[in-house]
């Protein structure tokens, strides 16, 4: 079993040491040797199926029509972190509705209804984390210990049930370790230009399996998703190998990943590629202005 993996800051993360913490303070975690990957925290896969209830995310829809851009000749999604931060009003919508989703216990909502819950807080925390460190290059620039372009992703900034939770805990100890789900790296967004997009539109129960498919299909389809040189020479994300064991742990599983998502033209290209993949990602923020 790995006792570490690396996160998005490109930093490794010791995972066993975090969940020894994590149990001292009441979590409660159980280990899957056979999958070699994040570790389950059990006290956050409860869920009711039975529970038709929906959480509101109109306030995050709100925060996205205002201020994201959706219309850049690059493809890449930008937010306009200046405005936002400049109207008090409407920083004020966002951190409502983190306050919100702090006062939401997900465990009590049907299994699709969690993931969209923990989606979205993560994409709000995200850019609320970015406005408040905003005049900055990258959200790597943003971080609350000594480590130099560490990010935020370690920095607890949310409080659910009780529980203190930073960025990694729900994207890696949570969404991919109870979903176990590919397309969560193409939901989460990272404020970066290298990231796949910020979705225009709040995650639900009744879009969540639509939006995810259409966000792989957008980013892998992307030149900072793929981009085949010719038959021996290309570039894919780094995000790829960073989370290699989400992608079948090898280049050709990340193949088989990608042909599920690849247009035509480009898929022909993967099938034909013989050579080794190059990883890139930029790490610049995706900025409006």
């Not at 609350?144 to 049930?161: F, H």
């Not at 805990?169 to 939901?187: K, Q, S, V």
């Not at 570039?235 to 989370?243: A, K």
Request: with cysteine; aromatic share 10%; net charge negative.
């Amino acid at each position: 079993m790995k006792s570490e993996e690396m996160t998005r800051s490109g930093l490794r993360r010791p995972v066993l040491a975090a969940l020894t913490v994590l149990a001292a303070g009441g979590w409660l975690g159980a280990s899957n040797c056979a999958s070699n990957g994040p570790e389950v925290l059990v006290s956050w896969s409860d869920h009711d199926n039975t529970n038709a209830d929906t959480i509101d995310h109109g306030e995050w829809q709100a925060i996205l029509d205002g201020y994201l851009r959706t219309d850049d000749p690059s493809g890449v999604h930008l937010f306009d972190y200046g405005g936002l931060q400049a109207d008090p009003g409407e920083r004020a919508r966002l951190q409502n509705y983190l306050a919100h989703l702090e006062a939401v216990d997900p465990r009590l909502y049907s299994r699709d209804e969690q993931m969209a819950y923990w989606i979205n807080f993560y994409n709000a925390l995200t850019i609320e984390t970015v406005v408040e460190g905003y005049p900055v290059g990258s959200i790597k620039n943003i971080h609350r210990g000594i480590v130099p372009l560490s990010g935020p992703w370690g920095d607890e900034r949310a409080t659910v049930n009780g529980q203190r939770l930073t960025l990694d805990n729900m994207e890696h100890d949570i969404l991919r370790a109870i979903w176990r789900d590919p397309r969560i790296h193409y939901a989460v967004n990272c404020a970066s230009i290298g990231c796949p997009n910020l979705a225009p539109a709040v995650f639900t129960a009744a879009n969540l399996e639509e939006m995810m498919d259409a966000a792989a299909r957008g980013y892998v389809n992307h030149p900072r998703g793929v981009a085949l040189k010719d038959g021996s020479s290309g570039v894919v994300s780094s995000i790829y190998t960073w989370f290699r064991e989400d992608f079948g742990r090898s280049q050709a599983g990340v193949v088989e990943h990608l042909l599920l998502y690849a247009e035509p033209e480009l898929a022909q290209q993967l099938r034909n590629f013989e050579g080794d993949f190059d990883y890139e990602y930029d790490w610049d923020l995706n900025d409006a202005r």
